[in-house]
């Protein structure tokens, strides 16, 4: 085979990654992810009707549930050319409870767009996703959408963005009209203003000279970005120093590489619902975010040796599967490519359970439909079928070349209940049903209760729940289930601590025995407040001449975290601990990893009776939305569900209350809060971590 022909394949292939780009849309419920999604879709040509959300005829809410409730709950993957590149796009959820969706998505995006309402600004679910991009160092641009809106303002919503997300806002547009007036806006790199009409297609874009009217605050802004611009990137402040502005290609450069660090981020305007401001959206995506060759390589584990995996379609292949839909037809696994080719036919290593699988097909996602295709290449998002066992979290690599990359986190459950067939006949069924639904989604939790013998469905919140309820309704073709009353999951913790604990245990019934020695410390672990309590587990040694080796001190700390499974008070898993192992001895014979584990477990049992152990509950920080004439009401009923309001603030004829409330008083609090206020009042809530429950 000749070289050069080789050569030329792989640049080509290269060349083709630097033009994908894999985003998500990131949001609080109601901000518009949908809709700009759908709006994306149809100006690239991916779909020739503008779907509606309140319709129900959008693509990626395709689901019967997201239809009938109007928001996102499944995030969607979908696929579209712009300009030369190729958009993969997941949709992701905004509300709280499903945030382990958003979490799986954001593990496999280069990049976000960050969707706000231009009249609520930074919203807690805005707040909350924001923050988990920020732990995978995902770039991301805003998008300020229902300009169009009364009460809409484009600079408090940059102000709340810099108040409570904390980068350097940099608006690169100036709105043009007001509310409903609202007809395009000032495109401050190129001075020029950008103009939309309410025309049925594409071709309602319009560009011109920037309004006589807006000439001098335009003016003032781009002088403003440009000094923005020069105090946070040194390339941009040495031309700022020798000319004193910057020209368009400079700042453009600058504002990705400021965009890509995660230093700032661009912050563009417009309504997705009027079709407003979406070009230059996708303008700013393939000029600002990053491609898969532009993010730092994959890295894993191969035999316990860290390596690192780049984008690269000659390598070995290596991909990380995010998402499961294991319908009653057949299984698709959503599969995030890193590195290498896969090839319809290939074989490849479940590098976590050492199964292999065979790629039987592989799909081009576009929601609910799909394309085959051959092969797909590092930086691709695609579908396989014939991946049999391959959870989410699981890498799929070259059996030749096996690495481990690095799962997400799934976030314990703190809402359960119990779900039983109706007709007895109809058990095994429920039993496949709710085996597949934690197979889709890791942060359900299916078990069965040793006391009652009931089958228990644990999940992020009480439409989480729901949700998987009414799914296994509408797929299991009259299967009949019965729900009980959601409770919530209770942790304990210790309020004192114990000091110089001695646990021996010493075992003899013929034959080897068991000895060990430990002296434990346990203490509340650092962290709480008057309202919350800290959480998590820490293990010490202060253990000197070898009285304890080595290996039977992480036998302790094993034993220690059996013994945190089930607390004193009532049998809940324990947090907010922190153990030292400060003495202890061995026997020549009889000690061993077993005996030190069973040590360690049955002394710090003993030490958390000891500990005066606390009961607590889960709390969320509740926002809610009312009209002002009905605060006085929505406060008394905050406060009888024993929740601390935070504080109020007028917004708009409406007054927003804050409040921690504990997450057993919220259920049913959104048929109350409607009945209180004629239907007008609404409410989020994110989780708050856990407090005292009362004695």
């Known amino acids: 085979m000749r070289t050069d022909l080789v050569t030329t394949t792989t640049a080509t292939a290269t060349a083709a990654v630097a033009t994908v780009r894999n985003l998500g849309i990131l949001a609080h419920v109601d901000a518009g992810k949908t809709t700009v999604t759908e709006r994306i879709l149809f100006l690239t040509g991916a779909t020739h009707k503008r779907g509606e959300v309140h319709d129900g005829t959008t693509v990626t809410d395709f689901d019967p549930q997201e239809r009938d409730r109007g928001i996102t709950i499944f995030a969607a993957a979908v696929s579209c050319s712009w300009d030369g590149h190729r958009i993969n796009l997941i949709d992701t959820p905004g509300h709280v409870d499903f945030a382990d969706e958003v979490e799986r998505s954001l593990r496999v995006l280069d990049g976000a767009v960050a969707v706000f309402d231009a009249v609520a600004g930074v919203e807690p679910q805005s707040e909350s996703v924001w923050r988990q991009a920020d732990r995978y160092g995902v770039p991301r641009i805003a998008f300020v959408n229902k300009l169009d809106r009364a009460g809409a303002d484009l600079d408090a919503a940059v102000a709340s963005i810099r108040e409570r997300l904390h980068p350097a806002p940099l608006a690169v547009q100036l709105p043009i009209g007001r509310e409903d007036g609202f007809t395009g806006v000032v495109d401050l ?19 011109g000279p920037v309004p006589e009217e807006l000439r001098d605050e335009a003016e003032r802004r781009r002088r403003a970005l440009d000094e923005a611009v020069a105090g946070l990137h040194p390339g941009a402040l040495e031309e700022f120093c020798d000319r004193g502005s910057l020209t368009p290609g400079t700042l ?28 230059p959206l996708l303008a700013a995506v393939t000029a600002y975010l990053p491609s898969p060759l532009d993010v730092p390589a994959v890295r894993g584990e191969r035999d316990g040796v860290e390596q690192e995996r780049a984008a690269d379609p000659a390598g070995p292949f290596a991909g990380l599967v995010f998402k499961v839909n294991a319908t009653a037809t057949g299984r698709l696994t959503y599969l995030r490519i890193y590195s290498g080719t896969l090839r319809k036919g290939d074989t490849v290593l479940d590098a976590g359970t050492k199964r292999t699988e065979r790629i039987a097909r592989i799909l081009r996602v576009q929601a609910d439909r799909h394309a085959e295709t051959e092969s797909a290449t590092a930086g691709d998002i695609v579908a396989v079928v014939g991946v049999k066992a391959a959870r989410a979290g699981a890498t799929l690599c070259t059996p030749a070349e096996p690495l481990v990359l690095e799962p997400t986190v799934t976030a314990d459950p703190v809402v359960t209940v119990a779900v039983e067939a109706r007709r007895a006949i109809d058990t095994d069924r429920l039993a496949a049903a709710l085996a597949r639904l934690a197979e889709e989604d890791p942060s359900l939790v299916v078990r069965t209760d040793p006391e009652t013998g009931q089958r228990v469905l644990s999940g992020m919140g009480e439409l989480h729940l729901e949700v998987a309820v009414e799914k296994i309704r509408q797929a299991g073709q009259g299967l009949e289930v019965t729900v009980g009353r959601p409770q919530v999951a209770y942790r304990e913790t210790v309020s004192a601590g114990v000091t110089g604990l001695v646990y021996r245990h010493v075992k003899q019934d013929g034959g080897a025995g068991q000895f060990a020695h430990v002296v434990l410390d346990v203490a509340p672990l650092a962290g709480g407040d008057g309202t919350r309590a800290a959480e998590g587990f820490e293990f010490r040694s202060t253990v000197t001449g070898g009285r304890v080796p080595k290996e039977y001190v992480q036998a302790v700390e094993a034993g220690c975290r059996d013994a945190l499974a089930e607390g004193p008070v009532g049998g809940h898993p324990v947090t907010g601990v922190v ?82 409330v504990p997450l057993a008083e919220l259920f049913g609090y959104a048929t109350r809060l409607r009945s209180r206020t004629q239907g007008r009042g609404t409410f989020t809530a994110r989780p708050a971590g856990y407090a005292p429950a009362p004695q």
């Open 252 to 279: 453009a450069a600058a504002l990705r590489d400021l965009t890509r660090t995660g230093e700032a981020v661009v912050v563009l305007c417009g309504s997705a619902y009027r079709n407003r401001g979406i070009e």
């Open 189 to 207: 790199l190129g001075m020029r203003a950008l103009t939309w009409t309410d025309g049925p297609g594409p071709d309602g874009y319009r560009e």
């Open 579 to 660: 153990v030292t192992l400060t003495d202890g001895a061995t026997h020549a014979k009889d000690s061993s990893d077993l005996a030190f584990r069973t040590a360690g477990r049955l002394a710090l049992r003993e030490a958390l009776r000891r500990c005066r152990p606390l009961l607590l509950e889960p709390v969320t920080e509740v926002t809610v939305t009312v009209p002002e004439d009905a605060v006085g009401g929505v406060l008394g009923d905050l406060a009888a569900r024993r929740g601390r309001v935070n504080g109020s603030a007028p917004r708009g004829g409406t007054a927003v209350v804050t409040a921690t």
